[in-house]
């Protein structure tokens, strides 16, 4: 239900446009101290819970939050940012912590685990309306066997909550079809940094709409999400193609996302543990033939260019292909899961790729990225044209960009503060090529960078948190709007 702003919000807010944004830093309280309101969830002020959200996957990052709170309603979250407000309270959001530069911390602040909002509310085959604190990988499971349904775009790791990566964007290997998840929701539930709740969608309360999904957490916290579902596959075959060089292995992913021979694809460049590294293509062809068959195998494979016969694999799409636990586990029992994850990922035109490897390509060492790191490639583009605040490149029509995600696994703190550096050196080429920074890792710094991230949306998006979040307590530690 959507909360009429008051006469206090209304003056508020002609006030806001007459001063710059960076004049509403504000003097933080110490919450820790504080009563807060009762909420049917759980407030936690004590050290070792407190404690335990000073971290995120990166590992690099360590913020001590002065209160926890696991909301269970939209009340909850509306009484918890209220209070904040009152209070001048930094918030951060959290779901499942797969960040790695401290989007999911604050420091003395408040952080919001929305975990516990993990609920279907209702489905149907065509879509699926749930809380946001649920994961995607329950997610799938219910609606395959619900259903025989599934979300239109997953990304590499499920393990994350829906609101997670509906703040970030969400890309994956059928993003090149589909675009990204942001591009494939019906409606949302948002609570701003005024308190208020709003329900969303391209035809009600648009601009909050656009401005949340891949929002960075800035402007609200998503309770609820209605996601777009189209029928499962029965089965998904993978092939895997070898190349020798990067070059190619780029221009073949991206060929193959144009012409869209397959219905999923991604480049992978991992490490070789004799040094430099394996490049392959892996494609997704989704289908309800019966295993085996060639599904016109001879006529996708026409004008690659990677080198010896492909490897193929047929699965189940649920529960095999959908299964994500094998990323996770790999990690853990060869102890990269406990290491430091400076991870970055960068967007870029395709006419500008050519020229980011050529200048940044031989600085990654492979050793960097360990047994289950790697470089990820994956193609993109936008199918919904609207005003939105999550940036991408400004690409013609028809062209795509391309991710480049970086996953490295460091040896230690030391090393991953020597590849953060090396990250912010290359997002600086990559905002120079008009290319953007995935914020999911390494988030651009400073005024020119932001300005440079923000584009044409730079207006737009100070308008935008000068409504929905007045006094700056979102995140206040990215500095993102600070000198804007």
């Known amino acids: 239900m959507q909360q009429r702003s008051s006469l206090r919000g209304t003056i508020a807010l002609l006030l806001i446009s007459i001063f710059s944004f960076s004049s509403f830093a504000f003097a933080q309280t110490d919450c820790s101290t504080l009563t807060f309101p009762t909420i049917s969830g759980t407030i936690h002020q004590d050290l070792a819970t407190r404690q335990t959200y000073a971290n995120d996957f990166g590992g690099s990052v360590s913020q001590v939050p002065c209160t926890v709170a696991k909301p269970a309603s939209n009340s909850d979250v509306q009484a918890l940012i209220s209070f904040a407000r009152q209070h001048a309270i930094p918030v951060a959001v959290r779901g499942a912590g797969h960040v790695d530069n401290g989007q999911s911390q604050v420091n003395g602040g408040l952080v919001i685990d929305m975990k516990n909002m993990n609920q279907v509310l209702s489905m149907t085959p065509t879509y699926a309306d749930v809380q946001a604190g649920m994961l995607w990988s329950a997610l799938v499971v219910q609606t395959n066997t619900s259903f025989q349904a599934t979300p239109k775009v997953l990304t590499t790791e499920l393990g994350t909550t829906i609101g997670g990566t509906l703040s970030v964007g969400g890309i994956g290997p059928f993003a090149a079809r589909h675009g990204f998840q942001i591009d494939n929701v019906i409606d949302i539930d948002v609570v701003d940094g005024r308190g208020l709740l709003f329900t969303c969608s391209p035809t009600q309360n648009q601009a909050l709409f656009y401005s949340v999904l891949g929002g960075m957490g800035q402007y609200g916290i998503i309770t609820r999400a209605k996601i777009s579902l189209q029928p499962s596959p029965q089965y998904v075959r993978q092939y895997y193609f070898a190349y020798l060089d990067i070059q190619t292995l780029i221009s073949d992913v991206m060929m193959a996302a144009n012409d869209g021979r397959f219905t999923g694809v991604q480049g992978l460049a991992l490490p070789n543990q004799l040094g430099g590294f394996v490049y392959l293509m892996q494609a997704f062809q989704q289908h309800s033939d019966i295993v085996g068959t060639t599904l016109g195998d001879p006529a996708r494979f026409s004008g690659l260019h990677n080198v010896g016969a492909p490897v193929i694999q047929d699965t189940t799409w649920y529960p095999d292909f959908t299964n994500d636990t094998g990323f996770k586990d790999r990690?853990?029992?060869?102890?990269?899961?406990?290491?430091?994850?400076?991870?970055?990922?960068?967007?870029?035109?395709?006419?500008?790729?050519?020229?980011?490897?050529?200048?940044?390509?031989?600085?990654?060492?492979?050793?960097?990225?360990?047994?289950?790191?790697?470089?990820?490639?994956?193609?993109?583009?936008?199918?919904?044209?609207?005003?939105?605040?999550?940036?991408?490149?400004?690409?013609?029509?028809?062209?795509?960009?391309?991710?480049?995600?970086?996953?490295?696994?460091?040896?230690?703190?030391?090393?991953?503060?020597?590849?953060?550096?090396?990250?912010?050196?290359?997002?600086a080429n990559v905002l120079n090529l008009g290319g953007k920074a995935y914020p999911f890792g390494t988030m651009p710094q400073g005024s020119t960078q932001w300005t440079q991230q923000f584009g044409t949306n730079l207006n737009t998006a100070k308008t935008r948190k000068q409504i929905h979040d007045p006094d700056n307590i979102f995140n206040p530690g990215l500095g993102i709007f600070n000198g804007l």
């Not at 035109?349 to 050519?354: L, V």
């Not at 936008?382 to 391309?402: D, K, Y």
């Not at 590849?419 to 290359?426: D, I």
């Open 331 to 427: 990690m853990v029992l060869t102890g990269e899961w406990a290491k430091p994850h400076p991870w970055a990922g960068f967007f870029l035109p395709e006419n500008q790729i050519t020229t980011f490897i050529q200048t940044n390509f031989s600085q990654i060492n492979s050793a960097d990225f360990g047994i289950n790191g790697g470089i990820l490639l994956l193609p993109g583009k936008r199918v919904q044209n609207h005003p939105t605040i999550f940036e991408t490149p400004e690409i013609a029509n028809g062209s795509r960009f391309l991710l480049v995600g970086l996953l490295y696994n460091a040896s230690d703190a030391t090393r991953a503060a020597q590849l953060q550096a090396l990250n912010q050196t290359m997002l």
